[in-house]
């Protein structure tokens, strides 16, 4: 475990301070203890109720057919459409005129749209959508700013069978063909940008680019106007969102899908330099976040105002901005742009105005408003919040302490949630009203999940100890594959202790009460700011710079975004290394492959880099060195004068 990365090896130990949950919440608690109980004693009578939540069209045969592990099947049999048990049931339902999503654009300029809009702007779009000729199982790939329409886009997609393959904006043009060309999706869904940090930030331009690159193997691209800047336009190709979609009927009849029909592809970064769709189905999916939206955060449909503050772009906004939320009627806020714009307690103000109760964010964001200052958000009202909520990397104790007091008035529960792009909703996290949370630690498996924390040999770890999180039953919102690679899901998640037993890629440690602690990647994956970036994708971004002859990447702990990109890269013979313009030049190399996410901290020229006999590269000394640290053993080193040389690199050292 020497290679484990992340700030919870940080933590004091277990046994601190624990916060019991405030009683009023726990008597109201739409989930008690006793559904720990009902799972232990039927795992998949327990996942069967949780579906029951949902409207099926078709009832199921068998909740489960694990009978080719690693490949599961859910709910077989059984028919629903996503986009209706989100939308239109509530509506069918007399909820009409509650309201979806409170919008705010980071402007200032806001939509309020109520369950009966989102309805008829799903079936316009859904009708646009197949004016363009897109059918069930094709994918869209969509590329927008936090505006409704990216809600409106997916929703349209789930209601006609349609896979969304939503790329994040903070990616390039690059980074969008390579996905679009994986997906080999037709349509592309984007608009002339969006707002961040007080101005427009365009995104057609990269649509346009990544288009050229890939010839005609996108047959439309339609385009929200946000922003009103230029856009260049190619015609018989590019469709304006207010002349096609706003011109469709607002009916459209939805029919219902297999429960194993894909739903959506997310990319995400592995170890390797070509990032993974993970695939996504519909009623195992659907019934997972919603019921663990439902039991984390304990939605009350009548009276929270419900708030996830990420990006679309990222699973978590598409299980707990979109899907979770909307199954569960959910009245949710959605921000377009940055918590600093136009002053540093514009979360705050959002918070008092619309009088949110239950917020999710990430642990950097949180670091961050501590940098800030305690006195930002004490300029505002924020005692409406009755629970908080963390998500992305495991959060620092004191970040978990600061935010329950100055966030949360000391009054609300923090759920620390565990999960990943792959297991589409929470695993790991405490029940508001039951656990007994503890700073800095996710605890428990929510019921029906079953975790464990296991050493090199598969073997369950003595409390006290450290080894790596799995996870050693099929769960309903579980991935079902690599789009297009079987064999690397296989590979990458299912081979290490069997093809029945997931290894989530996560250190983990277990405490005297059996709590869970994750303490960050044992792979090759960096987490920065709550995003998933692979060493080895930086790596041969740089890589393919005319000037590198070989680079090595690594997550070095920071203070504010958990792990920061530092980069060692070795030049070619004949290369001139122009010191500062070459660093930068770079990193504006790395920005256009990958996107912005990926431009490292650090990017420091060496003559030499740390290898084994074998030829790998020893990224733990590499980190010990941009960490500042002494280093550790060198002894398997070909040569370890190689730290000394790059030591002598580093500012600030002798
Ligand atoms: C990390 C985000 C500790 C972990 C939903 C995981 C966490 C990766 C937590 C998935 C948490 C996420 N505590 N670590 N509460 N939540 N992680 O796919 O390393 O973007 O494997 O999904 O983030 O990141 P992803």
Known sequence: MSDTQGRGSTSPLPGGDTFPPPTALAEAANVGADAYERAAADRLGFWADAARRLEWAQQWDEVLDWSNPPFAKWFVGGKLNVAVNCVDRHVAAGHGEQVAYHWVGEPGDTRTITYAQLQDAVCQAANALTSLGVQAGDRVAVY??????????????????????VVFGGFSSDALASRITDADAKVVVTADGGYRRGAPSALKPAVDEALTKLGDAVRSVLVVRRTGGDVEWTEGRDVWWHELVDAQPTTHAAQAFDAEHPLYIMYTSGTTAKPKGILHTSGGYLTQVAWSHHAVFDLKPDTDVYWTAADVGWVTGHSYIVYGPLANRATSVMYEGTPETPHRGRWWEIVQEYGVTVLYTAPTTIRTFMKWGDDVPAGFDLSSLRLLGSVGE?????????????????????????????????MITPLPGVTATKPGSAQVPLPGISARVVDEAGEPIEPGATGYLVLT????????????????????????????????????KLDEDGDIWLLGRVDDVMNVSGHRISTTEVESALVSHPTVAEAAVVGATDATTGQGIVAFVILRGNAVDSGDELVAELRQHVRKEIGPIASPRQIMVVAELPKTRSGKIMRRLLRDVAENRELGDVTTLTDSSVMDLIGAKLPGTP
């Open 394 to 426: 495991p959060i620092n104790p004191e970040a978990w302490l600061w935010y329950h007091a100055n966030i949360g008035g000391g009054r609300c529960p923090v759920v620390d949630t565990w999960w990943q792009t792959e297991t589409g909703g929470h």
């Open 144 to 165: 927008l700013p936090m505006i409704p329409e990216a809600v409106v886009t997916m929703l349209a997609c789930a209601r006609i069978g349609a896979v969304h393959m």
């Open 473 to 508: 039953e099929p769960w309903p919102s579980m991935l079902r594959t690599i789009w297009g690679d079987d064999d690397r899901y296989v590979d990458t998640y299912w081979s290490r202790y069997g093809k029945t037993v997931y290894f989530a890629g996560d250190g983990a």
